[in-house]
């Protein structure tokens, strides 16, 4: 027994004399380890770390609201009215039409000028937001101005379709040699209407719309009519129509251009403006009418492009109807 006690002894003693020599030689390591940090840390302080690109770490940079939901300023100046009716600060935005948007336009019934207008204005009415003031204080899209409302619609089918194929094309000649050309229904070729310097020059920076002293008439305050302007005349010429009652077609031509905010015309009211204007006499009416007459804006009825050096031309329309704007017509570029 005491051999055997004798032998785990030394066993022990020799575990332990090998456990001295491992530590021994750890801290040799970790002396080496020691040194090298403190050569590294001798370089560092000499030349620094270089040059890191931080860009590649800590969160990604916030992208703008806009961008991120695809709204885009509209340049004011492509529209006919040049935004000169909106206030000064008027800031306008569009975006593409979603899918359900362009499923309700599909329902269009082009026969039906109501319904038509109905779903121009749905699309226009989704697809734009209209702000001043830095976008603190929102407009309707019924303060965009009837005439400007073509380069809006047109304006967001290019962002809703911006693939070539989606294009629309119609058919044009060139002024001199008559060489028949496409001509791309777009903004660009869209050839605005130009307002009679008469009227212009009574146009008020400050009040935003036409200002006219007249011998017949007095002062006329006058301008190109909104779209919520138009929706409420055509309301009132639907009911009309629906109560089997006459209307002064004289009368709704001038009223557009004699009201400057939808928000404050209604049914009661076109019909008191109406029995006003029964109250004219023959110069006053005449001074309106021409005057409305020469301040219409809008876009010529031609599309005007360049090609080979010379001017060519093309009737301006929408071939496939007027659904084409946002419903492709042409199956070609899709169909395999």
Request: with cysteine; net charge negative; proline share 4%.
């Given at each position: ?5 004798n032998?785990?002894?030394q066993?022990?003693e020799?575990a332990?004399?090998?456990?001295l020599?491992?530590k021994?030689q750890n801290?040799?390591?970790n002396t ?6 403190d ?9 620094g770390l270089?040059?890191?690109n931080m ?5 990604e940079i916030?992208r703008?609201?806009?961008?991120v939901l ?5 340049d004011?100046?492509?529209l ?6 909106y ?5 306008i935005k ?5 899918a359900?948007?362009?499923?309700h336009f ?10 038509m207008?109905?779903?121009l204005?749905?699309i226009?009415e989704s697809?734009s937001?209209?702000s ?6 929102r407009?309707?899209y019924?303060?965009v101005l009837?005439?400007?409302r073509?380069?809006?619609?047109l304006s967001?089918?290019d ?8 294009k629309l094309?119609?058919?044009?000649k ?8 496409d ?10 209407s130009?307002i009679?310097?008469?009227?212009e020059?009574?146009y008020?920076t400050k ?6 002293k ?9 301008k190109?009519?909104?779209?919520g302007?138009m929706q409420?005349?055509t309301a009132?010429?639907?009911?009309r129509?629906?109560k ?8 709704i031509?001038?009223l ?6 939808w928000?404050t ?7 008191t403006m ?5 109250g ?10 021409r005057l409305?007459?020469r301040m ?9 492009t360049?090609f080979?050096?010379e001017?060519?031309k093309?009737?301006?329309d929408f071939p ?5 704007l946002?419903?492709i017509?042409?199956l070609?570029?899709?169909?395999l």
């Open positions: 027994m005491s051999e055997e006690l032998k785990m002894d066993e022990r020799a332990a004399a090998k456990a020599d491992a021994d801290n040799s390591g080496d380890t020691s040194d090298k940090a050569a590294m840390a001798a370089a560092v302080d000499k030349s270089g040059r890191v860009d590649n770490f800590g969160p916030a703008p609201a806009d961008e695809g709204w885009h300023v509209l004011l100046e492509d006919p009215s040049r935004g000169k009716f206030p000064a600060d008027t800031v569009i975006r593409s039409a979603k359900a948007e362009i499923r599909s329902t269009m019934d082009e026969s039906n000028y109501i319904d207008e109905e779903k204005n749905s226009v697809c937001q209209m001043t003031g830095n976008g603190k204080s407009m309707s019924k303060d009837e005439e400007d073509i380069i809006l619609l967001i089918r962002l809703s379709f911006p693939e070539p194929e989606n094309m119609l058919k044009g060139t002024e001199k040699t008559k060489k028949t050309v001509i791309e229904l777009s903004v660009k070729n869209l050839i605005p130009v009679d310097e008469q009227v020059k009574y008020s009040e935003r719309t036409y200002v006219i007249t011998k017949s008439a007095g002062t006329l305050r006058m190109p009519p909104t779209i302007i409420e005349i009132y010429l639907k009911d129509q629906e089997d009652q006459e209307f002064d077609k004289a009368f031509q001038v557009p251009y004699m009201q400057s905010d928000r015309l209604n049914l009661q009211k076109i019909f109406e029995m006003e204007y029964k004219w006499n023959e110069k006053k009416f005449m001074v309106v009418y409305a007459e219409k804006i809008g876009v010529q009825t031609e599309l005007e360049t080979d050096g001017m060519a093309a009737p301006l496939g109807g007027i659904k084409s946002f419903i017509s042409d070609a570029g899709e169909l």
